[in-house]
C-alpha cells in the first residue's frame, strides 16, 4: 500500500499552510515533525477529507482518492487533536456508536469492540462513562474507535499531547503493535515520541517539506554538530547568543549546556552523539533560552 | 434506525433536559392550578352539589325529557324571580337547598341547553345567505365570491348538535397556551447544542470522515429530534388535559367543537376530541419548524454560546412578530409564523381564507403548507451548512491548542 502526496498546496488568504508538499508513505510509522503553524494539520486534514487543496493530488495506490473517496474513507482511522468526545456515553456504547458511523455490520460491531476495548486495555472500563476517563483512557479510546474499521492508514494527531509519562509510553506501544500491515502518521510536536518508534520522520516548514528520512539517517546527518559545554554565566549568555542551545542543567554554579553547532564552540566543548530533538532544533532551530 | 438512536441519546437522554422537561411540567400544572375559576354568581358548597346533581341529570343526548326538565324548572324558578319571591330559607327540595341558587344553576343549563337545541335553526340563517350569495355573485360572474359562500354552506350545512355538555373546561383548555411556550424554550435548550457539541467534543472531524457522516448524521439528529418534539408534544397535552380535568373537569369529547359556544363558527367540522388531536399535531409541525431552525443556527456556529443566543433571539423575534402581525400589520404574514399553528384557532374559530389563484383555500392550510415548506427548506439548510463547516474544525482545534498550551499549532 502507497499513499502518495503530490505537490499539494493549501493557502488561508495569503498565507501558504502547505507549499507544495509532497511525499511517499508505505507501511510503517511515520512522524510528522514541524513546529506549530508548520502546516501539520493541514495536510492532516486535507489526507483525511476535511478540507479541500487548493492545488496537488493525492492517490492511494495509485488511485487519486477524490475518485474512490468512499473507498479511501473505509481505509482511514483517524485521532484528531484533543478528542472529547460523549461525557455521557459509556467507552462500549461509544465504540458502538463509531461503529454505526462507520458503518461496520452489526454482527461484526460487538466482537470488533471487545477485541479493541482489550487491546488498549480499558475491558475493565467499558461500562464507564467518557465523562471519568482521564486524558491517556480517552486517547486509548481514541485510538480504539479509529482502529474500528481496521484501516489501511492510521492518522494520529498529536496524540500524546498532555499524557503523563507512564501513559504516553502505553501509548506509543500501542501505536508500535499497529504499525505492522499499516501506514500510520503520527503527527506531534513531542520529538520523543517518534524517536522511539518512527521508521521515518518527515520534517516540515511553513508548509514546505525539508526531510523525509529514517530517524537514524536524520541523526547522521547531524553527528559531530552536539556539544556539550561546561560554562559560567556570562559565558553562557555567550552561548545562547550565538548558538542554537538544546538543554541547559545547572550543577554547583556552573552550567552544562547542549549546543548544535557547525563548529566546536570552545575548546572545553566535547562531541556527544545525537538525539532527534538535536535535529528537530537544527532544522527549525533560532531558540534562544 | 441505530443511528437515530444514539442521536436521540446524545442530544435529549441528558441529566439537564430531564430536569428541565420535569420542572417544566411541574411549572405547567401550577400554571393551571392558578388559573382563575370559572365565575360564579354565588358560590357555597350545596350550590356545587345542586349543580353537579343537575348535571348529571341533563347531560348526554337531549331528549325531550331532559329538556322539559330544564325547561319546566328554569321557567318556575324565571317567575319566582320576577316576582321577587325568592326565599332565603333552605328549601330540601331545591337541588341548590335554594331558590336563588337553583335559579341560577338552571338559567346556566338552559343556555346551554338552547344554544345546543338552537345551533342549527341559528346556523341556517347563514346558510340561507350563503346559498343566496352564491346564486347572487355566479350572476354576477363573480366566481371566487360565488366558491367563497360555497365553501361556507359545505361546511356550515348540516350542522347540529344533539347531545348537551358542560364544556366550559374544554373553553378554557383551548385558550392555554402556557405549555406551547415551555416546549419552545425546552427545544431551545436541548437543541442549541445539536450540532455545537460535535465541535465542542472534538467530534466534528471524526463525524464528518465517517461513511455515515455528513447526511445521515443530520437526517438522525433531524428525526431524534422529531421523535422528541412528538414525545413532548404529547406529554403536555396530556398532562394539560389531565390538569384541566381536574381543575375545571373536561366533558363532552364527542361532541362537535362547535358545540363550545366561543366556536359557534369553527371552520372545520370535528369532534371536541378530534380537534384536541388536531390541534396537537398543528402545535407540534410548528415545534418542529422552531425546533428547526433553532438546529440550524446550531449547525451555523462552532460555539452553544453563539447558536442559543440567537436561537433565542430568534424565538422572541417569532413571538413579537405573532403580536405585530395579529395586530394588523399583516395578516397574511402572521400566516408564515409558526405560532400561528400553536395559537391554531385564531385561524378556526371563524371563516377566513386567502384568494390563491382565485379559489377560497382556508388559511389553516395555508399555515400547514408554509410550515411544511420551511421544514423542508431548514432541513436542507442544516445539511449545506453542516457539511460546509469543516473550516470551523481548524479554528476549533487552534483554539483548543491555544486553551491547552497557550500556543498556536501546526
Redesign the interface.
Known sequence: MTLNIHSVKKCYGTKNALNNFSAELTNGVYGLL?????????LI?IL????EADGGEITYNGENVKKIR?QY??K?G?L??????????KAEQFLL??C????ID?KFAHQRVDELLQMVNLSQERNKKIGSFSGGMKQRLGIA?AMLNDPEILILDEPT??LDPVERVRFRNIISRLSENRIVLL?T?IVSDIEYIANEVIL?KEGKLVAQEKPQKLLKSIEGRVWQVEADETEMAEYVRNHIIGNVTFDNGKCNLRIISASKPSENAVSISPKLEDVFLDCFGEVNI | M??LR?EF??LF???AVFICLALFLVINVYKISTLPERENITSYDEYFSGYDAVYDIVKGEMTEEKILFVVENYQELSALNEQNAFSNDPNENRFTRYDFGDYIVFMQFFNGMDYAYNYSTNMSGYINLAKENVDFFLERGNEYEASVNQQIVDIYGGRGISAYYDTYGFSEFFEYDFSSLLIILLLLLSLASSFT?ES????D?????????RQH?VMAKTGAFVLFGFFITVLFTAVDLIAFDIKFGLDGFFNPIYSIERYFTFTLNLSIFGYVMLSMVLKFIAFTVIGLFIMFCSSLFGSVVYSFGVGTFAVFGIILADGTTKLGASKFLALLNPLSLIANRYMLDTYSVVNIFDYPVLKIYVALIAMLIFAMVLIVGIMFAYSRR??G??KL?LK??KL??G????
Open positions: 514541524g513546529p506549530n503553524g508548520s502546516g501539520k494539520t493541514t486534514n483525511v477529507g476535511l478540507l468512499t474513507i473505509d482511514i483517524f484528531p487533536q484533543y478528542p472529547s468526545f460523549y461525557k455521557n456515553f456508536y463509531m454505526e458511523l462507520k458503518g452489526k474507535q499531547a498532555g503527527a510536536h516540515l | 441505530r443511528l444514539y441519546r446524545k437522554c441528558k441529566k457539541m465542542e467534543s472534538g467530534m472531524m471524526l463525524i464528518k470522515i465517517s461513511k455515515k457522516g448524521t469543516s473550516i474544525t481548524k482545534s483548543m491548542f491547552h498550551t500556543g498556536a499549532v501546526g
